[in-house]
């Protein structure tokens, strides 16, 4: 009886037999070339994931000094995962300037990053700042934003407007520095300026 004849008749056991050996192989090569085991750099227990109503939360930069405020109906920390899912959020940044008013603003939904530095707004964005002095208010309308809060900075690939008294600037992505006020619109800028008033 040759080998051939022995496997055409034991086709099963032998199917399987091969089978069983392919798993093994791929498995032992798995484990030699896969990556390595992910180390944590979270010191304590693990933390579980739960779920907020109504939360407040304000984040704090180096110096100790609030860099945004945060409020929102819903929020969400998932198992094992260490940012934070947020429902309609609620925002300000602060101005960090004497007698300049924080900018507020609203998302439809908003994700934080593990360690705070990191705010995407979701869905339409709406931002005001009230006005102060000779300066009349302002509002920025855009969509899915990514906002660095401890440098008051942020930035969008979405169509954006800002209205500021009877100035009306738009373009498609923006970036912005509050801290400096530098707004730099992308591309298709259409801009609107109301004529200048002499002082008398």
Do not use: C
């Not at 739960?50 to 860099?67: F, K």
């Not at 500021?164 to 300026?193: C, P, W, Y």
């Amino acid at each position: 009886m040759n080998v051939r004849t022995y496997l055409r008749d034991r086709r099963l056991p032998a199917a399987t037999l091969a089978i069983a050996l392919a798993a093994g192989m791929a498995q032992l090569l798995l484990w030699w070339f896969g990556p390595a085991p992910r180390t944590h750099d979270f010191v304590g227990p693990p933390r579980s994931g739960y779920t907020l109503t109504n939360a407040r939360v304000t984040e704090y930069n180096a110096e100790g000094l609030p860099s945004f405020h945060l409020q929102t109906p819903h929020l969400e920390r998932r198992e094992g995962d260490d940012s934070l899912y947020l429902n309609s959020p609620t925002f300000q940044l602060p101005a960090k300037q004497a007698g300049v008013p924080d900018w507020q603003g609203e998302s439809l939904y908003g994700w934080v990053n593990k360690g705070g530095t990191q705010l995407k707004l979701q869905g339409p964005v709406n931002m005001h700042r009230p006005a102060f002095g000779e300066t009349p208010d302002a509002q920025i309308h855009t969509a899915d934003v990514s906002a660095w809060p401890k440098e008051n900075r942020l930035e969008t690939a979405a169509p954006a407007q800002m209205v500021q008294g009877g100035t009306r600037i738009s373009g498609v992505g923006m970036r912005a520095n509050l801290n400096d006020k530098h707004l730099e619109l992308l591309d298709d800028v259409h801009a609107t300026f109301p004529p200048h008033q002499r002082k008398r």
